[in-house]
């Protein structure tokens, strides 16, 4: 490789200034960048989020394109009214459907909601400026997809409506029962019924107490604290966060923040040895 | 003959092309049979029997997407985000305005009554929506505006050789009043919501070369026009092309991202930098500053320069000098590190990044660190690098991520480096046996 011509060299900076709060967000299958339809963006809707801290769960509401060519609105109030029903029960409302007490419920928002990945390795994040190459370490990545649980209370109405025949809609039954719960009672009569005994199992794993859950055969343990875990994240709080794009001030602020201002050569204590020392297993 | 027996077949009521303005029954059967939505898809199988002339408002509309691009992409010059979607989004839809008066609709069912009206509609109200939108973010319509390919950019050279014809547009027989002929890869630019259009090499090609005739005027720096050519290139990637040509392009890109530096006209609220997505190997390593703190309480933090290491400056003549830092640095690392938890503030200079003219990219690290980059597998969907404000409860967009790259330890380098450590091991190792004897 001595023939190889060097054609130019940058100096990397590294910086941590941003870290913990550095992130990646991806959006598998949006081959599009994230906007406002114009034609949402007209009626003042614009790109919101909000987040739970703890849980480290993020949403971003993207605005829909209402137009009637591409969306349907008869089918968007039966959906939005889904939704909202859906949203008192996971205590995941907005507080924004406020203003529209006199109308239907729609939806005019598709909720992207984020998976934090695990990591393969430090992600950096470079961005190259006056012949600089800066690096920022990535805290966490995020993968955002919409979600659709509004569907599930739908079909749980339809189910409820259409009793026990199963529906040839595009709902199905749900996932196949648990093997270590006993199988749901089923009653077609009693319609109220049903929708309690989907709760009833998440009510046992909180209830240690509870005759209903030891009645049933009790859960076992890694499902009852997986459905605590469930049931701690929906009671957490949403915090809204200002969704701002690239262009505001802050952001401005921010993004400058990625650039090192130091032009100090840092001394590096690790060894190119510890690539290969620090694989576990080896 | 047989060929004018099935155009008249395939043709249907079409087969005149004079357009019979009857019911709408015979439109009916004709549009079913036609189906030159499949035509074009293949490509190959053009309807080409009729020999009327061909229709020339294919070609007209070819020529007018030409200058309209050049308005918004002046507009998208002075807007603001990433620069490279903008550039293509514009065009995508400086282009659609122009199919206004025609009708585009695809034929065959959607050719049909009333979603004549509402496609109409349709086609007014966004276009006039989109200019407006084209400062604004990233970019937009066409393509994700990030450069995601893993083709990245095709060389410029090949842009300039081949100054073929805009767009090769087929030619159709002449439609039904009403029915318009859409290209397949057209679909995307036809509405904000049309689906994504899968494009063909060739047609890749010859879109590279529309873009640089069409921007002639902007301050067109190397990176914009890599920057469009990366956004016609995304749907290369879609399309999972896994030609040996994409290492090549590949090599060079890498080239293209680090090795061009300021451009002076670039605006200062315009962000052109672009965003890079690096991965290293676990541990990343950890650098310390070593200027001497002028805070005693942060002594824990950085290392006395007195424990100096004999490799410290063994890449002090490849790297600029280090300037004069002092004070910010021991200031920035010393309270920092009692507020941050998990990480001291760390600000500075790391090493350097080689770019050699065979397109491999290396990052010499201080220590004798030298690591390999090179290209990664390209998503073909969003990414962006978000900062979470939580303090302000603000979630700023910092832009989409355009590349990402993986970093590795330069093998050679490694081996050396820990053949080195193991014989320094093994002469650490205290012989104090006489009787033993050193084999090797």
């Not at chain 2, 585009?104 to 007014?124: H, I, K």
């Not at chain 2, 290492?247 to 052109?272: C, K, T």
Request: hydrophobic share 30%; charged share 30%; net charge negative.
């Amino acid at each position: 490789m001595d023939d190889d011509e060097l054609i130019s060299v940058l100096p990397i900076h590294y910086s941590n200034s941003l870290s913990p709060n550095l992130h990646i967000h991806q959006f598998p299958l949006l081959s599009r960048p994230l906007q406002t339809p114009p034609a949402a963006a007209v009626s003042g809707k614009r790109i919101r989020a909000r987040i739970k801290p703890i849980t480290r769960r993020l949403e971003i509401h993207v605005p829909v394109d209402p137009r009637p060519e591409v969306w349907n609105g008869e089918r968007s109030k039966s959906l939005g009214a889904a939704r909202q029903e859906d949203d008192c029960e996971k205590n995941q409302d907005t507080g924004k459907m406020k203003q529209m007490e006199g109308e239907e419920p729609r939806l005019i928002e598709v909720r992207m909601r984020s998976e934090l990945i695990p990591q393969e390795g430090a992600y950096m994040l470079g961005v190259v400026r006056n012949g600089q190459l800066h690096l920022q370490p990535i805290n966490e990545t995020h993968q955002f997809r919409p979600t659709l649980t509004y569907l599930d209370v739908m079909s749980r109405k339809s189910r409820r409506s259409r009793g026990d025949a199963g529906s040839d809609e595009d709902s199905d039954d749900g996932p196949p029962p648990d093997p270590d719960e006993p199988p749901p009672v089923q009653t077609a009569a009693k319609k109220e019924k049903k929708p309690l005994e989907v709760k009833e199992v998440q009510v046992s794993a909180r209830k240690v107490a509870d005759d209903k859950g030891n009645l049933q055969g009790g859960l076992s343990a890694v499902r009852r604290e997986m459905l605590l875990a469930i049931r701690a994240e929906e009671e957490e709080v949403w915090q809204d966060l200002d969704f701002c794009d690239g262009e505001t001030a802050e952001g401005h602020e921010a993004f400058e923040a990625v650039f090192s201002q130091n032009e100090e050569h840092l001394e590096c204590k690790s060894d190119i040895t510890a690539f290969l020392k620090d694989i576990e297993g080896l | 003959m047989a060929d004018s027996t099935i155009s008249t077949s395939n043709a249907g009521a079409s087969s005149t092309p004079s357009g019979t303005p009857g019911p709408s029954v015979p439109k009916a059967i004709g549009s079913l049979a036609k189906k030159p939505s499949d035509v074009t898809r293949q490509g190959s199988q053009k309807l080409k029997f009729v020999p009327t002339l061909p229709s020339r408002r294919k070609k007209e509309e070819v020529k007018q997407e030409a200058p309209p691009p050049t308005i918004p992409n002046a507009s998208t010059d002075r807007g603001r985000g990433r620069g490279r979607g903008r550039g293509r989004g514009g065009e995508g839809r400086g282009a659609a305005p122009r199919p206004v008066p025609v009708e585009m609709t695809a034929s065959g069912p959607f050719a049909m009554g009333p979603a004549l009206a509402g496609t109409s509609a349709r086609r007014s109200a966004p276009r006039s929506n989109f200019t407006p939108i084209v400062p604004l973010g990233p970019g937009n319509a066409t393509a994700l505006g990030a450069g995601l390919s893993g083709a990245a950019a095709p060389s410029l050279k090949r842009e300039k050789e081949t100054v073929a014809p805009i767009i090769d547009e087929d030619d159709y027989s002449d439609p039904d009043e009403g029915v318009e002929i859409i290209d397949m890869e057209n679909v995307r630019q036809m509405d904000w919501m049309a689906p994504e259009s899968l494009r063909k090499e060739r047609k890749e090609k010859k879109k590279k070369i529309q873009v640089k005739i069409e921007d002639p005027s902007s301050p067109s720096s190397i990176k914009k026009k890599e920057e469009e050519m990366n956004i016609e290139e995304v749907d290369l990637a879609n399309a999972l092309d896994l030609s040996e040509s994409e290492e090549e392009e590949e090599l060079e890109d890498l080239i293209d991202d680090f090795a061009v530096q300021g451009e002076a006209d670039q605006d200062a609220d315009i962000r052109q930098e672009r965003l890079y997505f690096f991965q290293f190997p676990e541990p990343f390593p950890t650098f310390v500053s070593n200027i001497p703190l002028t805070s005693p309480t942060a002594m824990s933090v950085d290392e006395p320069p007195s424990d100096s290491h004999p490799r410290k400056v063994s890449f002090a003549a490849d790297v600029k000098p280090p300037g004069p830092s002092g004070d910010p640095a021991g200031a920035s690392t010393g309270p920092d590190a009692e507020q941050t938890k998990e990480l001291p503030k760390v600000d500075g200079v790391i090493g350097q990044l080689e770019v050699y003219r065979s397109g491999a990219v290396k990052m010499r690290l201080s220590n004798g660190i030298l690591m390999d980059v090179t290209g990664a597998t390209q998503p073909s969907f969003l990414q962006q690098a978000v900062h979470l404000d939580l303090q302000n409860k603000r979630l700023h967009i910092m832009g989409e991520v355009n590349k990402r790259f993986v970093v590795s330890p330069e093998i050679d380098t490694l081996l050396h480096a820990m053949e080195l450590r193991d014989q320094a091991e093994a002469n650490a190792m205290p012989i104090d046996d006489t009787n033993l004897i050193k084999i090797g």
